[in-house]
């Protein structure tokens, strides 16, 4: 079964310092992992993916994410925050194989301070 | 293009009455979920489907059901709504197994 982890429901940086958030994920099978962002009274959008190709993965915003095998783990980094990176972000892991469901984490929440 | 489009927006009902989420996608994918949202907690998956003609429980399906209409609609009935329903419910869907979730704006969702 595959199961996702986020480190810290609330992670509070000021504008321009680096944003680390935290996964680690479990499955018995190569994964497909994501990162989203929610923000207020919205659906989830996705930052990036990462599908077995390089293993340091580029979104939008700013955003990316490395895929390290040897510690299970998908971390988001930004070099530079900014105050409209305020938001909800959410770790999610697939597994290939045909099967069907994403698993996510229980999110993180990323304050901004000026 | 609309993406994914979940209607109503927000619902209050009261214990033992039923309703109907409805949910429709433009973007002719395979899949779809339906997911429920509660602070803390991420984000359960209720039940999907996986390819039109067919649904599949999630981890939370019970006192739901699903109806996939046809490849763009995907519908979530509650029953008879109980309080530990109140909840926020999002509509999703995807091409394939390794391609990104789409998600709708969401149904908040108040039993009293």
């Known amino acids: 079964a595959q199961s996702v982890t986020q480190l810290g429901s609330h992670v509070s940086v000021s504008e321009g310092a680096l944003v680390l958030l935290r996964c680690n994920y479990s499955s018995s099978v190569p994964p497909y992992l994501f990162w989203y962002v929610q923000y207020p009274n919205q659906g989830l959008q996705l930052l990036l993916k990462?599908?077995?190709?390089?293993?340091l993965v580029k979104g939008i915003n700013g955003f990316e994410a490395e895929f390290k095998k040897s510690e299970t783990s998908f971390h988001l980094t930004k070099p530079s925050a900014h105050m409209s990176d305020a938001a909800e972000y959410f770790c999610a892991v697939g597994r290939t194989g045909g099967a069907q469901k994403l698993v996510f984490g229980q999110g993180t929440r990323l304050t901004i301070n000026p | 293009n609309a993406g994914v489009t979940q209607t109503p927006k927000f619902q209050v009902l009261k214990t033992g009455q039923s309703m109907t989420l409805q949910c429709a996608q433009d973007m002719n994918h395979n899949s779809m979920y339906w997911y429920r949202q509660d602070p803390g907690m991420g984000l359960r998956l209720i039940y999907y489907s996986a390819s039109e003609g067919t649904t599949d429980k999630g981890e939370v399906p019970n006192g739901y059901n699903v109806s996939r209409l046809n490849k763009r609609e995907f519908s979530l009935r509650l029953e008879s709504a109980a309080p530990s329903q109140t909840s926020v419910y999002f509509c999703?869907?995807?091409?394939?197994?390794?391609?990104?979730?789409?998600f709708g704006n969401g149904t908040r969702l108040t039993v009293t």
């Open positions: 999703a869907s995807r091409w394939g197994t390794d391609s990104p979730l789409h």
């Open positions: 990462y599908t077995s190709a390089a293993t």
